[in-house]
């Protein structure tokens, strides 16, 4: 595992607070990866692959959707909501009960609004919570759900024990997350994993054994990983050929150097990526019965 000790919580909730418009301007309601199909991410024609972000970041919602087999009516915790785009999503489309937390009061108030645009006021609720320290009762959910948080939680394996602890008997998790590379065997990869934390505000990035090493611990059973690295990676040239066309860099000097550093690791994050220095990880879990 990398760490990043300079990152601080308050840090992460600034960050979130003074960049959400930032996400949703140069990457829609959902501010994840998008997920494209194999033989469509190896494609040269980079005009077809960047017309769809759209597109590709739906289908990591609905590629997860299937993996978990997410059943009508079920209670769902979103673990690191942002603006509520895949929990708006999988309740609406499943009937599902989704309460969505996040870190920051503009990310709360955004998905609550757009909630109640897109008619699922009534089987969506959005709290203002940490996840490190939100309280659920025992087996409150069906379905643990979360996509790209983890990174930014400072005690992972802590986390994973008091998630397990609200799964029903049963219950599945499904995590999405930026990992370290399994052969961090020089100082450039680890300096490129370093940088992305730095930049991206995550105090640590665990590897794929140690997610599974976490959920096993908590007493969950591990089912799946799945490596989509090579799916997901075309995001951050999306992003950086947005930064450039929109100017927003400019606008980000007006805010803190903070939002101007993040958008400068675009680049970081893609290179540690195409090298193996970091992954891109989907991990499903189930809670014994």
């Known amino acids: 595992m990398i760490s990043c000790p300079t990152v601080q919580k308050e840090v992460i909730r600034s960050h979130y607070n003074l960049s959400t418009l930032f996400y949703r301007l140069l990457w829609g309601c959902h501010i994840h990866h998008g997920l494209w199909d194999e033989e469509q991410s190896q494609s040269e024609d980079v005009r077809i692959r960047h017309n769809a972000p759209a597109q590709a970041q739906q289908q990591l919602t609905e590629t997860m959707a299937e993996l978990i087999q997410i059943q009508n009516g079920e209670d769902l915790l979103d673990v690191g909501c942002g603006m509520g785009g895949s929990s708006i999503h999988l309740a609406k489309t499943f009937n599902c009960h989704v309460t969505g937390i996040t870190l920051s009061p503009i990310q709360r108030r955004w998905a609550a609004l757009e909630a109640r645009y897109r008619g699922q006021a009534r089987h969506t609720q959005f709290l203002c919570q940490d996840a490190e320290t939100a309280e659920f009762p025992a087996e409150s959910f069906d379905v643990i759900w979360s996509i790209e948080c983890t990174e930014h939680l400072f005690d992972k394996q802590a986390f994973f024990q008091r998630a397990a602890s609200w799964l029903r008997p049963g219950g599945r998790m499904i995590i999405c997350a930026w990992l370290a590379g ?5 100082d450039e990869a680890k ?7 730095e930049g991206f505000f995550c105090p640590s990035l665990g590897s794929a054994v140690d997610y599974q090493s976490w959920m096993e611990q908590s007493g969950l059973e591990f089912q799946s990983f799945h490596n989509w690295t090579n799916r997901v990676s075309q995001t951050w040239e999306i992003c950086q050929q947005r930064v450039e066309k929109t100017k927003v860099r400019w606008l980000a000097k007006l805010i803190d150097r903070n ?11 893609l290179k ?3 090298t193996g220095a970091m992954q891109y990880g989907c991990f499903i879990a189930r809670k014994p019965e």
């Open 182 to 186: 399994e052969q961090l065997d020089t």
């Open 191 to 197: 300096q490129k994993v370093y940088d992305v934390c």
């Open 259 to 269: 939002t101007v550093m993040f958008l400068d690791r675009f680049e970081t994050i």
């Open 272 to 274: 540690a990526y195409e």
